[in-house]
């Protein structure tokens, strides 16, 4: 196949690609070639400047001037231009490069620098010392190779020089010029080479690496985290140690080595700072364990454009045009939780709570472009199985487990569909429930069979899994994770006409429903990857809490410590109870819903958490108990209120829909753990709240009406009964 080219004088001539291609060292390094003669193709000699006396011979790839007599093969060439680029670099064009990269003049001392005619060029050497690229690089554009040289490691002779130190293996030039100057400007031992990009590491470069320290420094985005697999494959078991950087969740999408060096240690002038901050960043494992299929399907996938405009206003809409009145505070709390990671509060771990098929599916798929492969804000499953939060499976890539990807990470993990884990047998069931208990509090070890042994010391991480009502007939098995988890339940109970408008919405829609989703999961990811940014930029600072919603926190989780308190009984002989009733403190809960608060005043933009933010609180407080145990206890509370009396059992009895012997069973427990008293007078059994938790419920405002929020309490005052008979005192609410 012949194609005509143009020369830079316009002039076609006819030559095959791949001939061309090899001519291209020529052209790429101001050579101008004019015309094909025979095998020879005439032109501009580079060296004399000369013109119409330089002749390459396309076959044998042979040149000569016939004016100034320089002549020679390929690499000669290359070696020529090398040497006469190096003579033409002066300090003025070295100051402009090193400005416009934004490191010191110093930082490139190293490396064999050169300039010609706008574009800077910078040598590549085999271990032999022989020239095999010469990379260019104009300013404002990307490096590039000289076409049809080898890819060399840059910066592998001076590693070569240097075996003891530990290597940085960078993803291009400015990366490994940034890093080896951090390195020589605090004196710490170390060499930094670099491929030039992260998806290229040939396999006879290997024999360099075997046995020394290697750091994996590739940018924050696919390409890096792909990268870094690459190294490991090539490296696995064959070198001394191997650590990879972590970039923190919530750095920008393609953020990388240069970007952190410029900034912290050059022109904010902390070298040594940000050399501890760079190695916090780095763990023993890559960023993602992502298996051969996975990878095929990332082939072309794509990390949305950020809309720096979008807000969760924008988020909000996007969701109701998709979904029939998507719950508000579902979404909500996906975004805090993702948040939560980016500001390192205390973990929160929510259920989303929902029948199925009612939409808490779309509300986290929504999520799903912060995880890999996109983006490492957050970690996104469909499901978890037995094995797979600990695995004791042996990989080439290394441990498969879940909690290795999230082991050091600050992330978000989001569980689509969590019932399939309700749903398992008791002892696989209470082994996930372990798992996750040591997880929120940050250490987890496993022991296998296979003699493998997973240890994870450094989890913390915020959770959100969609699951359904089943959630809460796992009282028992539940205890395990007890104050751990909150509930927020974005279903609509058995209403029917939602139900219908749902369904007609859903039919509607269905032809657009996947561009529909992925609209959806663009918006949330330009929404979140946002307020990241806007977290940066306030130092990561968290809005205080004023002292009426703290007062109300106290008593959302003194509340729902309470209703978690447990009566054993036996279970036989339902009146002998084995044990003393027990609470728990609450100062779990207590952290997460002050996180999630602080959380949600940032999202909206204020510097303080105020009463405004309860209402997300207080549902998570109702919705997290048992429900049962709830609806009875704000029946006796509703009753004393109205009513200004005591309630009678049977008034609870045709308030509620649980059974007489229920009832009565509830109503003891509750009297046991001090929530309520219960008194007779005459024949009657009286029950109302006691006086510990009636201030409780009115502090944390859990049941003002209409789930208002009302500035002042209520008045209460608590008074002995003038009847005076019984112990205890009557209560009697004032307006
Ligand atoms: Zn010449």
Redesign the pocket.
Same mark, same amino acid.
């Given at each position: 196949m012949l194609k005509k080219y143009n020369t830079i004088e316009d002039k076609d001539f006819d030559i095959s690609d791949d001939k061309f291609r090899r001519l291209k060292i020529f052209t790429m390094h101001g050579t101008v070639l004019r015309e094909l003669v025979g095998t020879q193709v005439s032109g501009d $000699?580079p +060296? $004399?400047?000369?013109e119409k006396? +330089?002749y390459v011979n396309w076959e044998k790839l042979l040149w000569d $001037?016939k004016?100034?007599?320089?002549k020679g093969n390929l690499q000669s060439f290359l070696n020529k231009i090398n040497e006469r680029n190096k003579k033409q670099i002066n300090p003025r064009l070295l100051h402009a490069l090193a400005e416009e990269r934004r490191l010191p003049d110093k930082a490139f001392s190293w490396i064999e620098l050169g300039y010609n005619h706008g574009q800077y060029t910078m040598a590549v050497r085999d271990k032999d010392k022989n020239l095999i690229d010469l990379r260019i690089y104009r300013i404002g554009s990307k490096v590039m190779a000289t076409a049809g040289m080898q890819t060399g490691l840059f910066g592998l002779l001076e590693m070569l020089q240097h075996p003891k130190k530990p290597i940085y293996i960078c993803e291009g030039e400015w990366d490994a010029i940034a890093m080896q100057w951090l390195l020589d400007s605090i004196s710490k031992p170390g060499r930094a080479v670099c491929s030039p990009g992260a998806n290229t590491f040939k396999p006879e470069w290997v024999d360099f690496f075997v046995g020394h320290s290697i750091r994996v420094c590739y940018d924050n985005d696919i390409a890096g985290t792909k990268g870094e697999m690459l190294v490991l494959d090539r490296l696995a078991k064959k070198v001394k140690s191997m650590q990879f950087i972590h970039w923190p969740s919530g750095f920008p999408n393609g953020y990388d080595l240069r970007d952190c060096v410029s900034k912290y240690a050059f022109e904010r002038k902390r070298p040594k700072r940000t050399f501890r901050r760079l190695k916090s960043y780095m763990r023993d494992r890559p960023r993602t364990q992502i298996s051969a299929d996975q990878e095929d399907a990332l082939e072309g996938s794509k990390t949305p454009e950020v809309d720096p405009s979008v807000n969760i206003e924008d988020v909000f809409r996007i969701y109701e045009e998709h979904l029939h009145e998507p719950s508000r505070m579902g979404i909500e709390m996906c975004t805090i939780a993702a948040l939560a990671s980016v500001f390192d509060t205390d973990p929160v771990w929510v259920f989303l709570v929902a029948p199925p098929s009612s939409g808490k599916t779309a509300i986290i798929s929504g999520f799903r472009y912060l995880s890999q492969p996109y983006d490492t804000m957050a970690l996104f499953l469909s499901h978890i199985t037995t094995h797979s939060l600990v695995s004791g499976m042996e990989t080439r890539r290394g441990d498969p487990s879940i909690f290795a990807q999230l082991n050091g990470n600050k992330m978000a993990f989001y569980i689509k569909d969590f019932t399939t884990v309700v749903s398992m047998r008791d002892t696989d069931k209470e082994d996930i429930y372990a798992q996750l208990r040591d997880a929120y509090d940050g250490y987890t070890m496993k022991s296998f069979g296979n003699g493998v042994k997973r240890e994870y010391n450094n989890l913390k991480f915020s959770l959100v899994a969609g699951v359904t009502e089943l959630i809460y007939d796992e009282s028992v098995n539940f205890q395990a994770l007890g104050e751990r988890f909150g509930k927020l339940n974005i279903g609509r109970g058995n209403d029917v006409e939602f139900s219908r408008l749902a369904i007609a919405k859903s039919m509607l829609t269905r032809d657009g429903f996947k561009e529909m989703e992925d609209k959806c999961a663009k918006t949330v990811y330009s929404c979140i990857k946002n307020l990241a940014k806007r977290a940066e930029e306030v130092g990561f600072k968290l809005p205080k809490i004023d002292k009426d919603l703290e007062k109300a926190i106290i008593g959302i989780s003194l509340y729902v410590s309470a209703m978690r308190g447990c009566v054993s009984r036996d279970r036989y002989k339902r009146d002998l109870i084995k044990s003393a009733p027990y609470t728990e403190t609450g100062i779990r809960f207590a952290k997460m819903l002050a996180a999630i608060a602080a959380v949600r005043a940032f999202m909206y933009g204020r510097n303080v958490a105020k009463l405004e933010d309860l209402p997300i609180l207080r549902k998570i407080a109702l919705d997290t108990v048992n429900q049962r145990d709830e609806e009875l206890l704000r029946s006796v509370y509703y009753l004393n209120k109205d009513k200004h009396t005591m309630p009678f059992k049977k008034n609870i009895l045709e308030d509620s829909r649980y059974t007489p012997y229920t009832v009565k069973c509830v109503l003891e427990d509750l009297c046991m753990l001090k929530i309520l008293e219960k008194y007779r007078t005459g024949r009657k059994h009286l029950y109302r709240l006691s006086k510990q938790m009636l201030s409780v419920v009115e502090e944390a405002h859990l049941y003002d009406d209409e789930y208002t929020i009302k500035r002042k309490n209520p008045k209460v005052h608590l008074r002995r009964s003038k009847t005076g008979k019984g112990r205890h005192s009557k209560l009697i609410l004032k307006k």
């Open positions: $000699c +060296f $004399c400047d000369k006396h +330089f $001037c004016i100034c007599g320089e």
